[in-house]
């Protein structure tokens, strides 16, 4: 095996994340569609880059210590059939991705040899945790949307005001556009396998942008990621959130998608009919 800090290898990291999701479930919620929804979030910071560890055998990387957004909490992962590099890894992601509170790895609850390293590598179990959440996409699910609104593709790369101006809504950073404008850096967000037809809004009879979804979906694999879904707050209980989100789910099966995943522990993704799948608790050392 050869260790390298990550230099620009995106597509081959991504096809890592694609394959270790293949082969063990016990890393899906670490996947391929996060690490890209990250990658151009506006939070991430991109100045640590060089910082992103990977093993490699050959031209193919097997193993990665991958920070999230920023130091303090990591992804560590390898393939299964080189187990025997996780313990390096974890110690990798320690040193050169914890910040001055420690380092958080998520780790799941049924992987109990990866439980067991992170033990023996000085990790301690904590309150927090992930859960992922599935759902069958087994038949066409009613979208239909109340009467003014219709749905429209949001490309971030096209119209990167009204992708970030609906964020800023949904997730409760108030109406002041002035607020927004002076916060906010607005700029297109590229993202090397976005599919703007699983890029939804629900829009208003004034053309506003009220409620959205997006998915990702890649051919190489049988699911699609749930990433991000929210409502302006004058908006919501109309049901245009549900009316979104089948939407996008609808067009994924067509895809080929046959499952749909999102991290969340959310009542709102149950009645949609989301079931809990697996479940993830953080191991901390300080």
Known sequence: MEFRRYNGEYDALCDFLIELNQKSRNHINW???????MYAHPEFDRNLLSSIGLWDDGEKIVGAAIYDMYFGEAFCGVLPEYDNLYPEVLEYAYHELKDDSGLGISICDEDHAKIKVAENCGFV???QSEQVMKFDLFKNFSAALPAVFFFQDLDPEIDPYGFQWLLWQGFNHGEDKEEF???EKIVPQIRRHFNRHLSIAAVNAAGE???????WFNEKTDYAYVEPVCTVPAYRRKGLSRAVVYEALNRAAILGAKKAIVISDMFF???LGFKKDMHFSFWWKK
């Open 31 to 37: 996947n391929w569609a996060r690490f890209e929804w």
């Open 125 to 127: 179990l904590s309150g």
């Open 181 to 183: 404008e002076k916060s």
């Open 209 to 215: 942008n009220v409620s959205y979804c997006c998915l």
């Open 269 to 271: 993704y149950e009645k």
